[in-house]
């Protein structure tokens, strides 16, 4: 089963607005990390927040962490529609001795001009 | 600064051949994965490489299905003999750790390779 879970599956805006995409997960980690991902091309790391963080922010995106519910948000500022793209989830798992990333099936964000 | 390199980007190809998918990834880095991405399951983990050793291939589907690195610059994901269900988007990614086991560092993918098993 996946251990990141993003909500909803599929978010439409228009520019200027806010987008928020929610990420669930079940077991404890080390880190969670947010990926973007244009049409036909490979995932791009956008940030990452470690389990004793709660809040963090880069440019227009923000993104809080909440371990007691096991959930992360991401928000996207004032979006433009070059900010069309799929946003994915990722967990490192805590002590799993590995560098692996566990990803969710990701929101596929449409912003209209 | 060039990035992750997959070739080809594209492959289509009758079921039965074999395929063999190339990485080459960012000059430093020390892990390396191949994924799986299809609509049904979402972005699979294939197998990691931490400093070319393989260290995880619990998610390799079947024996059809290998995996190699030979320095530290190469990778291939070979299947033989490859099936309709193989058809997926693969991409390869590369992290620097300094640390076995670390994972506080972003994974960087290159625009994977497109398969198509007719």
């Known amino acids: 089963s996946q251990q990141g879970e993003e909500d909803p599956q599929a978010l439409s805006i228009q520019e200027g607005e806010n987008a928020t995409m929610n990420c669930s997960y079940k077991?404890?980690?080390?880190?969670l990390q947010w990926y973007r991902q244009n049409s036909g091309r490979g995932l791009v790391h956008l940030i990452l927040?470690?389990?004793?963080?709660r809040e963090k922010h880069s440019g227009r995106l923000r993104v809080t962490l909440d371990t007691s519910k096991k959930s992360s948000s991401l928000l996207i500022t004032a979006s433009r529609a070059a900010d069309t793209a799929s946003y994915f989830c990722a967990t490192a798992i805590r002590d799993s001795g590995y560098s692996t990333l566990t990803f969710g099936k990701g929101t596929m964000l449409l912003v209209s001009p | 600064d060039a990035g992750v390199i997959q070739s080809p980007r594209h492959e289509v190809t009758e079921m039965g051949q074999e395929v063999t998918l190339r990485c080459k990834p960012i000059s430093g880095h020390n892990s390396l994965f191949w994924y799986r991405q299809t609509m049904m399951r979402g972005l699979e983990l294939l197998i990691y490489f931490n400093n070319n050793v393989p260290i995880d291939d619990s998610g390799m589907p079947e024996d059809r299905f290998s995996a190699k690195m030979p320095n530290a610059s190469f990778s291939t994901l070979k299947i033989q003999p490859s099936e309709p269900r193989d058809s997926a988007v693969y991409f390869c990614?590369?992290?620097?750790?300094?640390?076995?086991?670390?994972?506080?560092?972003?994974?960087?993918f290159g625009d994977g390779t497109r398969l198509s098993i007719l």
């Open positions: 990614a590369s992290s620097l750790s300094r640390a076995f086991g670390e994972s506080n560092q972003p994974q960087h």
């Open positions: 077991t404890s980690i080390n880190n």
């Open positions: 927040i470690r389990s004793n963080e």
